[in-house]
């Protein structure tokens, strides 16, 4: 990922981590130096849900429950006049250096998504984040995403420069 990338990610992320009374330390040893982000299961569900509630999403009620390994989101959306519910399943680990986020089911206001779509959704969403990271510049890697029912933890690992 490049430096400009994690700087990015940094100040899009800061408002929210302080928001989310995220818990954020940092450590070093003779090769890299690891940020590690941990946050509680109100704080990432609460930020979940104000994600996809915000600018002009039209889904409401939304609820985030983490399990582990992934996060069950329920909602509605008003369509013609009326409300119908849904959810969806989001798997959040590390692959490679680089955040992986997948869908596993989706299931919303009316529409199913069969396992190609998702197949597809997914593909297009891994090929966006290496695009993304391609140039990683001072090889900074996501290690150690790990989602519980208690909460999200991840580290960003980066080599140490002389």
Do not use: H, W
């Not at 994690?6 to 890299?32: H, K, Q, T």
């Not at 009620?61 to 509605?76: F, I, K, M, Q, S």
């Not at 891994?126 to 790990?146: G, K, Q």
């Amino acid at each position: 990922m490049s430096k400009k990338i994690i700087y990015l990610l940094g100040l899009l992320l800061m408002p929210v981590l302080v928001a989310c009374s995220a818990e954020v330390s940092f450590r070093l040893d003779d090769n890299y130096s690891y940020l590690t982000i941990t946050m509680s299961e109100e704080s990432v569900e609460n930020m979940i849900e104000t994600l996809l509630t915000s600018g002009d999403s039209q889904l409401q009620n939304v609820t985030a429950n983490l399990r582990n390994g992934d996060v069950y989101v329920t909602g509605e959306v008003r369509r013609n006049g009326t409300t119908q519910s849904g959810s969806l399943i989001v798997q959040i680990g590390d692959q490679n250096g680089l955040l992986d986020i997948e869908v596993t089911s989706f299931n919303f206001a009316g529409y199913t998504a069969n396992q190609a779509g998702i197949d597809d959704f997914n593909e297009r969403l891994a090929n966006r984040i290496a695009s993304n990271a391609r140039d990683r510049e001072n090889d900074s890697e996501f290690t150690d995403v790990t989602v519980t029912p208690t909460g999200l933890e991840f580290t960003i690992r980066t080599p140490r420069r002389e």
